[in-house]
């Protein structure tokens, strides 16, 4: 894929860096590819963990737990949170993101304005174009504090996006999902959150099911979102069969069965499984119609 030449996004700050705190989303494959590594009593209990947390609140603490991305480039506005650049170091990547960033705002205002979205019983309005905060070490958002190990994450409550630049090194390096595309599927899922929480996906359930199951359809609905971003933008970002295939290696690197080596129970898992996410991620980039990604009217078995 090319993004040289693209506009970066003006909607993008730098945190800086700051305290720690927890938290995890797309990023929980970072916490998970660490865990993993001590064996199979310490994956487990970092599951258990994980899985009480959606127990409590899979929709509000599971994006602060579970987290993604924020930083400084041209375009970026310093905030006075923090101290230092989270992008003095990492500017390529800083770059990058804000590029992607913009590319995800002119595909969604055009399906918002065209009203090709999954409908949940209210009027959609216009596109809302989020914020994306870069940060180093730990970042104070809406949902919460979060810190750089637990990924990047989407926050409803303010309706922004954050993320450690560094994270794109944890793809390559621990979750063996290396490439800029797996990178540029990273932002789009979390902007695919932001567009759920703005059309109703967000506090979307369904009769008898639990939060864990529910949880599952939300992050396969943000990745056929992503996919539907790629296929829109797919001739402008010059992206090729190479690349998709970056992002589908990455979706199923963060699938809950590879993440915990398949010893995790199926009924714990919020995320859903590495084939699960390759094909919803697929369901989107050959449609590009946001409205074949609607996971709540697939019977759970067909997910």
């Known amino acids: 894929m090319r993004t040289d030449g693209r506009d970066p996004s003006g909607n ?9 705190a927890v938290g995890a989303g797309l990023g929980a494959g970072a916490l998970f590819a660490i865990v993993r590594r001590i064996g199979v009593r310490g994956t487990l209990i970092a599951v258990v963990a994980l899985a009480g947390i959606y127990f409590f609140n899979p929709l ?26 989270a992008c003095d170091a990492q500017k390529p990547a800083c770059d990058f993101s804000s590029r992607i960033l913009r590319s995800t705002e002119i595909v969604w205002r055009d399906q918002f304005q065209q009203g090709r979205l999954p409908n949940y019983g209210s009027r959609t309005q216009a596109y809302e174009d989020p914020v994306l905060n870069f940060f180093s070490g ?3 958002s809406g949902c919460g504090q979060a810190s750089s190990e637990m990924g990047p994450f989407y926050c409803p409550g303010d309706k922004q996006l954050y993320i450690d630049p560094t994270f794109y090194q944890v793809m390559e390096q621990r979750l063996n999902a290396p490439g800029d595309f797996a990178q540029a599927y990273v932002i789009a899922h979390e902007v ?6 703005l059309i109703g996906a ?12 529910t949880s599952v359809r939300i992050e396969l609905q943000a990745d056929c979102l992503a996919g539907v971003w790629g296929h829109n933008d797919q001739a402008a970002l010059d992206i090729s069969e190479a690349d998709r295939r970056e992002a589908l290696n990455a979706a199923h690197q963060i699938g809950d069965d590879t993440l915990s080596q398949g010893r995790a129970d199926p009924r714990q898992y919020t995320h859903g499984t590495g084939p699960q ?10 449609s590009g119609d946001p409205r074949r990604c609607d996971t709540f009217a697939v019977p759970a078995g067909q997910l």
């Open 12 to 20: 993008v700050r730098d945190r800086g860096s700051g305290g720690g």
């Open 60 to 85: 509000g603490i599971r994006d602060t737990v579970f987290g993604l991305l924020f930083g400084g480039t041209p375009g970026v506005t310093q905030s006075s949170q923090g101290e230092g650049s």
């Open 138 to 140: 730990g970042v104070s």
């Open 192 to 197: 695919g959150h932001h567009v759920q929480n």
């Open 202 to 213: 967000t506090n979307k359930t369904l009769p008898g099911e639990d939060r864990n199951l």
């Open 277 to 286: 996410r390759m094909r919803w991620f697929n369901q989107g980039f050959n």
